[in-house]
């Protein structure tokens, strides 16, 4: 009976292909790697299930030409999760597949590098002929790392190819290729720190300790919430749990947001596990990236930290999941496909049977609310370790500021004293502003002309390049112009630049404070390789005084020496046309409170803001999550957003705006039969917060209600109706922003 394979390829929203598989050929498995005829092409696809042909209907199909792997290349089960993805997010198979990949799978011939290595020779060692200094000293270095050394860091060292090859000539040295398996730990990791194995857990800890340890023994599916105010512990307790797991057997994926989050949590998995850590996020290189996979797929593994596609890696047999900052937005995948890494981990853990551990001080909305209905355990740290008290919160009302100071402050008076009070005692400072840029506007004071970015509707950000060359840039689609001396409309010399970004706060600082030791953390900051983790252990050495960052700096970080904590313009967010704005704000200052005060030394907080009043600003002063959840889910159901019903957003793109809206209103229209059997609302079409982007006009629509499968459905059904617009339509299902 002839063989049919459904084969998963690289095309942007299209289902798995069909084909048939050549009689001489062997049957690939799930997850192996094919080659098949695509139109005019050979493409590289992954196969995703397998029938025979009178399983299926009668068809015509196109045969593999190549079969790559004779086991699966991508697990099973990981295959399996992509499937999900696919039909949960409504995005093709082969962009889900794609994420799950490690890179340079589709090049089916990787390329195995190799680094040589000199070792010394038992000849070598009892050497007594005659040595010059360098070559004794070359000897010496090699007899303490009996396995070699790689040539390159020998040669960092001193020691020369030249060098080496005359004592290999001599048989005191032998030289070798070994394959290279690049180690991201040589730049992804802080150093490896040793575990204190004297540690008690506190009361807390060790509850809640003993509570996920019987979670994780039984061996079944279940999540918790562990939800800890910063510093409580948490990290140690995925530390302990993590080596119980190990220990039965079973391997540990560590989520965090941000890659700038890996560094320290790999060093302390590292001082834990020794090398059976991997990493796995997509600032490494491919190479890096591409080996460490491999590692994991052959089981050499036992814990794995990594960003949101980590979810993916292909772990034998995952026990637990960790996603540490559950809440953070950057779980999310803003392209196809559209998924939440904290929720696809939980389906991942339902189908192996494993734990689920979702850590944050500030839980998201929808991750309380499951625990309050119970659908998740909740298990509370709520004091810091060694009863450090949390910090101290001032709010500086900055419309008294500019009162009495004028229009240009941006450090107020009180959040001064304090940065000078700090580097008088040798204490360190973080600097908050989640803006980046030097001005976020300019405008000409005689036409009113505004530098406005031609293809989107939003305002170009200064940022300053030294020597004058202040550059005026998009951060939606980086079109930039240098910032001219005179308008462009009508020529006067008076361009004002308004609105303030962390390059000037760190100016600021850095004309109040000269001798400080200042440094700046945001995506502009760290473009170049390796600058992030640089900079963060820099300020983790005392090498510098204050550190001015974006959120970047506000989550997760353990830095013991801070003692002071200052925000700046803690209501950014809130302008912000978006559901979540207040859920944001209170999240991102008490994170970055959580910040001050980590190690012996009180900490403080110091938030500077035109609205003190607000229930965001003033409830996360006080860290009162509990107040902040019920405020905030009175407005979620007044105004039916989640968690209180499902939500799926769609952005339909067009050349005009007539033509963007046209489209949606077609779309809207051919949904509405199906409203009341999906039990759902829609509403719109209207012009996105963002009407234009990157040269289109979008226009928006959602659907609300409480079946989200029925919901997903129907538009799934619609567009399956309109496939020459597929393209041109966004659809986001659970969208944690609807800009
Ligand atoms: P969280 O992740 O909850 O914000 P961390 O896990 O980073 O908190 O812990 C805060 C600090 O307390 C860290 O420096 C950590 O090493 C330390 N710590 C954690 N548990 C203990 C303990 N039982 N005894 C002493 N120090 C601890
Ligand atoms: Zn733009």
């Known amino acids: 009976m002839p063989v049919l394979v459904s084969v998963a390829v690289p095309v942007p929203f299209l289902d798995s292909l069909t084909y048939r598989v050549p009689p001489h050929v062997e049957v690939p498995v799930v997850g192996a790697r094919v080659r098949v005829p695509l139109g005019s092409r050979v493409v590289t696809g992954c196969v995703i299930d397998s029938m025979t042909e009178d399983e299926a209907s009668p068809g015509e199909w196109k045969e593999i030409i190549e079969v790559v792997d004779r086991e699966s290349f991508l697990p099973p089960t990981v295959v399996e999760l992509c499937r999900w993805v696919a039909d949960y997010y409504l995005a093709g198979v082969g962009d889900a597949i794609a994420v799950a990949m490690p890179p340079g799978a589709r090049d089916t011939r990787p390329r195995i590098k190799t680094r040589r290595v000199a070792a010394i020779t038992a000849h070598g060692l009892s050497a007594e002929t005659t040595l010059t200094p360098k070559q004794r000293a070359a000897l010496e270095m090699l007899a303490g790392a009996p396995a070699g050394l790689p040539t390159s860091e020998l040669r960092d060292r001193g020691i020369t190819a030249d060098m080496l090859s005359r004592l290999a000539a001599r048989g005191f040295v032998s030289l070798r290729e070994d394959a290279d398996e690049r180690d991201p730990f040589e730049r992804g990791a802080m150093p490896a720190s040793a575990p204190d194995t004297t540690r008690q857990l506190t009361a807390e800890q060790a509850a809640a300790f003993d509570r996920l340890a019987a979670l994780t023994d039984s061996g079944a599916f279940n999540v918790s919430l562990l939800h800890g105010v910063t510093g409580s512990g948490k990290t140690e307790l995925y530390l302990r749990l993590a080596d119980r797991v190990c220990r039965a057997g079973r391997q540990v994926l560590v989520m965090v947001p941000e890659i700038a989050l890996t560094p320290a949590l790999a060093g302390l998995f590292r001082g834990a596990f020794g090398s059976r850590v991997a990493i796995q996020h997509s600032a490494l290189s491919d190479g890096e990236r591409h080996d460490q996979w491999q590692r994991i797929r052959r089981g050499e593994i036992d814990v794995v930290i990594g960003t949101r596609s980590a979810v993916f890696a292909p772990l034998p047999r995952p026990g637990l999941i960790v996603v540490d900052e559950e809440h953070d937005t950057s779980y999310k995948q803003e392209e196809a496909p559209r998924y939440n890494g904290r929720d696809v981990a939980i389906v991942r853990a339902s189908r192996e049977k494993a734990t689920v551990i979702l850590g944050s001080a500030t839980p998201s909305m929808e991750s309380f609310q499951n625990a309050m209905t119970c659908k998740y355990a909740r298990i509370a740290l709520e004091r810091r370790v060694l009863d450090r008290p949390m910090a101290t919160v001032t709010i500086v009302n900055m419309r008294d500021e500019y009162a009495a100071e004028g229009p240009d402050v941006v450090i107020s008076r009180t959040l001064a004293a304090a940065v000078e009070d700090r580097l008088a005692r040798r204490e360190q400072v973080l600097v908050l502003l989640n803006r980046r840029g030097y001005s976020t506007a300019v405008f000409c004071r005689q036409c009113g002309d505004t530098f406005e970015c031609p293809n989107c509707s939003i305002s170009l950000t200064v940022h300053k390049g030294g020597g004058g060359k202040d550059r005026a840039r998009c951060h939606y689609c980086n079109y930039s112009i240098a910032v001219p001396k005179q308008c462009r409309k009508c020529a006067a010399p008076y361009l004002e630049q308004t609105g303030f970004g962390t390059e000037k706060v760190e100016q600021h600082l850095r004309d109040l404070f000269p001798d400080a030791r200042i440094g700046r953390i945001d995506r502009d900051s760290v473009r170049r390789k390796g600058a992030l983790t640089s900079l963060l252990s820099r300020f983790a050495d005392g090498e510098l005084d204050v550190l001015v960052g974006t959120q970047m700096i506000a989550k997760g970080h353990d830095f013991p020496r801070v003692t002071l904590v200052g925000v700046i313009s803690a209501d950014v967010g809130l302008g912000i046309a978006d559901f979540r704005a207040a859920e944001r704000t209170f999240q991102l200052l008490t994170q970055v409170a959580g910040r001050a ?143």
Do not use: W
């Not at 051919?670 to 040269?695: D, N, Q």
């Open 597 to 739: 005060g980590r190690g012996e030394r009180l900490g403080e907080a110091i938030v500077q803001t035109l609205y003190p009043e607000h229930y965001s600003i003033r409830l996360a002063c006080r860290q009162d999550y509990g107040a902040f959840f019920e405020r905030e889910l009175v407005y979620r159901r007044a105004m039916r957003y989640p968690p209180t019903v499902a939500m799926i957003n769609a952005i339909v793109r067009g050349p005009t705006f007539a033509d963007a809206m046209q489209t949606a209103s077609e779309i809207v229209r051919r949904l509405e039969p199906t409203t009341a059997a999906a039990h759902m609302s829609v509403l719109g079409p209207a012009p996105a917060p963002l009407p234009r982007l990157r040269g289109e006009h979008r226009v928006q629509f959602f659907l609300k209600g409480a079946r989200r499968a029925e919901m997903r459905n129907a538009i799934r059904t619609v567009l399956a109706e309109m496939p020459e617009i597929r393209k041109r339509v966004t659809v986001d299902v659970d969208p944690l922003t609807v800009l």
